[in-house]
């Protein structure tokens, strides 16, 4: 067979269309009972569907929800390109109307990234294990998530996919000796300039794609791709010098407008080196500081990788106290959550070199390099979204080892066959943990929200997250849409969500332990109405709420609670006037 040896034992199924066909069946099952509501908007997603607005608006790459609507300098512009596309083609800009055509786009990205998993773990593996890899992706919480968030995990995912389905196993032999066809330049590299288009850490990819020649000894071809990656990085890292460089950027709308701590107002690295994004008080990281940070991110790898292909360890931990309530004792120990999610982890770097050391160079080297990224450059409550592009290759590393035991020992021995039945009841037991939890995922942390279709009717779906706070914050926005003037400005901590809402200016109230500071801080930007929120599970808000509160304490006479909702929901001050001291 053509490929390196890697697809052990060789054969295909005889039928590889039914296959295809059943994991689009699995795709339509996991998401039919999420096609209603628009594309979940809130976040980092807020922020990339603004900047798709200003793109479809011929405003240029532009934040419209801060004061000034200034340019963007953070994400890069194909995932708000996509967002522009759609709302070209709609007409409308409502997050509603183009959100719901969104989730179904993301559906049909979704379905095809399950499709590409097992076309290219295909080429690694036999299609049996090459099916269960894919199943490990499509059954995946993060994976299903991603499907109704606008962010760029699940179109990243797919190209990094498509790329190593092209390219293959990528042994030189074989390349040289004419038994694998070299993948089309341009294809790839279009695949490549996607990643890094999508997400900044597809400058891997990129790299990936420019050294692939020299494992051909062709090096011309490799100069030449490294010079338009190279044209390519620099023309980004040019524009976001060029924005620095600007007046509009040295005088900002408001003062604290590119503070270090308004994260999607700056470059990345420019708060890379804060002691703690969450309290910017504390200061920049010393050498000390961040040999520490990455010791902690190879902790949270150890855990996060495995994860990836499995289930998160908190669900580990509550399915051990389950088994211990029933048995009325303490018999299993809670520490074996974590040594599962590691083990996995170590199965998978294994793996991993095993796929090196049978010549697919290729997706181990990217894999290194990416993780590397992830612990040198971490970024807090974010890892298993970044880990969940990985899934695919992660997948395909674990599959490989765990059918290489069986043909190492000898198909026909005993000890072969013990490891076939342990390698296919792990594997069991993974795919219907996954299952199980999507499901227990689904009836715990879905809640209804509300949205208007296309006849203008509301309706309510389901939204992952979207609990009591959030309701009752939304509507706290809705009726300030209502009671605010357009040229108003809102301070809270979700500002693109606000915006979205209310369509008035909105931003980030300023993180300064001082009161006085902070108050000042917003007459500057001004600010009339300061929302102070009770949302959970996002660590803006309650860093928010630390130094709002502080500033609303301090100057009371300064605002007017014009806006209570119940004890879990959002007040809204407006300002009356009065100066900080």
Not at 88 to 117: C, E, K, N, Q
Request: aromatic content about 12%; overall charge positive; charged content about 15%.
């Amino acid at each position: 067979m053509a490929s390196v040896g890697l697809r052990w034992p060789p054969g295909r199924f005889p039928g590889r269309g039914w296959v295809f066909a059943g994991l689009a069946a699995v795709c339509l099952v996991l998401r039919a009972p999420h096609l209603d509501g628009p594309l979940d908007l809130r976040f980092d997603a807020g922020v990339y569907y603004t900047l798709g607005m200003s793109l479809a608006e011929a405003k240029g790459y532009r934040m419209l929800s801060e004061p000034g609507e200034i340019r963007g300098v953070l994400f890069p512009p194909l995932l708000p390109a996509l967002a522009a596309a759609h709302q070209l083609a709609m007409g409308t800009s409502d997050p509603d109307t183009v959100g719901h055509a969104l989730r179904w786009t993301y559906f049909v990205i979704f379905t095809a990234y399950v499709l590409a998993v097992f076309w290219m773990a295909s080429a690694y593996l036999t299609d049996g294990y090459a099916a269960v890899g894919a199943l490990i992706v499509a059954l995946h919480f993060s994976t299903n998530w991603h499907a109704e968030y606008f962010v760029a995990e699940l179109p990243f995912g797919l190209v990094t996919t498509l790329y190593f389905g092209l390219v293959g196993p990528g042994d030189a032999r074989q390349v040289t000796a004419g038994k694998q066809p070299s993948p089309s330049t341009f294809l790839t590299g279009l695949l490549a300039l996607a990643a890094f288009l999508l997400r900044s850490v597809g400058i891997v990819l990129l790299a990936v794609w420019a050294a692939a020649p020299l494992r051909r000894r062709r090096l011309g071809q490799a100069v030449l791709r490294i010079g338009l990656v190279a044209t390519v990085v620099l023309a980004w890292q040019g524009y976001i010098a060029w924005v620095k460089a600007e007046p509009e950027y040295a005088t900002p709308a408001y003062a604290y407008q590119h503070a270090v701590y308004q994260y999607y107002n700056i470059p990345y690295a420019d708060g890379f080196m804060l002691v703690n994004r969450q309290k910017p008080e504390e200061g920049f990281a010393t050498l000390t500081d961040l040999r520490a940070r990455v010791a902690v991110a190879l902790k949270d790898l150890a855990i996060g990788w495995g994860e990836s292909v499995s289930i998160g360890h908190e669900w580990y931990v509550g399915e051990i106290a389950k088994v211990n309530r029933t048995l009325g004792r303490q018999l299993v120990p809670p520490w074996l959550s974590d040594a599962a999610t590691v083990a996995l982890t170590v199965l998978i770097v294994a793996g991993f070199v095993l796929l090196a050391a049978r010549g697919a160079w290729l997706i181990s080297s990217y894999t290194a390099m990416t993780v590397f990224i992830f612990a040198v450059f971490p970024a807090p409550g974010s890892l298993d979204r970044y880990l969940s592009s990985l899934a695919p290759l992660s997948a395909v590393a674990l599959l490989s080892l765990l059918s290489w035991v069986p043909r190492r020992l000898g198909h026909s021995t005993r000890s072969a066959r013990i490891a076939r039945l342990a390698a296919a009841a792990a594997l069991a037991v993974v795919l219907i943990q996954e299952a199980y939890t999507l499901r227990k995922i689904s009836r715990m942390l879905y809640h209804p929200a509300a949205w208007l279709d296309g006849r203008g009717r509301q309706r309510t779906y389901p939204s992952y997250a979207f609990d009591g706070p959030w309701r009752l914050h939304t509507e706290a926005l809705r009726w300030l849409r209502h009671q605010s003037a357009p040229d108003e400005i809102i301070a809270t901590s979700a500002p693109e969500w606000a915006y979205l809402i209310t369509g008035r200016k909105a931003v980030m109230p300023p993180w300064e332990p001082d009161p006085a500071t902070a108050e000042r801080l917003l007459e500057s930007v001004p600010v009339t109405y300061l929302v102070i929120d009770q949302l959970t599970a996002y660590e803006p808000a309650a860093a928010d709420r630390r130094y709002s509160l502080g500033a609303l304490q301090a100057f009371p006479s300064h605002w007017r609670l014009i806006y209570a909702g119940p004890d879990s929901g959002s007040r809204i001050y407006r300002r009356v006037g009065g100066l900080a001291h």
